[in-house]
């Protein structure tokens, strides 16, 4: 059974910094490609970033674009998102999604989502 | 970015219904467009990629359509566990991004 568990969110006051990660199981996670999707409360869904199951293509929104960096240990089965000069507008539940690989580009599975809170 | 304008934004509809969600790209997207359902409470679940294929597990009640830049999503027979936020995807070309969604709810 495919499994992302996402950990690493909580309470920071802006301008500071959070590591979220995502442990898979269940698949050879270094197949993988491997997102970060968000949905702040209330709201939408916004993907954020992407990483090739070798790490050499890394895709970012441009509301994160030079404060987010997106990193996979394959070894690890586990994803990262280093989330620095955090903003209010940061405030959201982040998935982790796996790629799936049947042609085009979605999302196949979903982890249950960490919440992060920017407040002073 | 390709924008994707989802409508209705909420539809109520009775058990047994026929519902129709549409999604609407900004420009050619080709078959690079998915569908997922947020059921209350939990995480986006994938039901149908590449416009068309449903995904593994997901009811043969759903099925996915296109017609040049639109696209639609159509549960044939309603059913109590459907409930939930619908929402597309475009991936033919970066950012990604998701339709508005729509809200489902019971009639």
């Known amino acids: 059974e495919v499994q992302l568990v996402e950990s690493g969110g909580g309470l920071v006051q802006p301008g500071r910094s959070l590591k979220l990660s995502c442990v898979a199981s269940g698949f050879t996670f270094s197949n993988y490609g491997m997102n970060w999707i968000r949905q702040a409360p209330g709201k939408g869904l916004e993907w954020v970033a992407y990483?090739?199951?070798?790490?050499?293509?890394?895709y970012y929104a441009e509301t994160v674009k030079g404060r987010f960096t997106i990193s996979r240990d394959n070894a690890k089965n586990t994803l990262y998102l280093q989330m620095t000069s955090l903003r209010s507008e940061d405030t959201a539940l982040y998935y982790c999604?796996?790629?799936?690989?049947?042609?085009?580009?979605?999302?196949?599975?979903w982890g249950q989502g960490v919440m992060v809170t920017v407040s002073s | 970015d390709i924008q994707m304008t989802q409508s209705p934004a909420s539809l109520s509809a009775s058990l047994e219904e026929i519902v129709t969600i549409t999604c609407q790209a900004s420009q050619d997207i080709g078959n690079w467009l998915s569908w997922y359902q947020q059921k209350p409470g939990k995480s986006p679940q994938l039901l149908i990629y590449g416009a068309t294929s449903l995904a593994d597990g997901v009811p043969s009640r759903f099925s996915g359509s296109r017609s040049g830049t639109q696209y639609s999503l159509k549960i044939s027979r309603l059913q109590v566990e459907d409930i939930g936020i619908y929402y597309c995807l475009q991936a033919y070309s970066a950012p990604p991004t998701f339709g508005g969604g729509t809200k489902l709810e019971l009639k």
């Open positions: 999604a796996r790629r799936g690989i049947r042609g085009t580009y979605y999302f196949d599975y």
């Open positions: 990483i090739s199951s070798g790490s050499s293509y890394i």
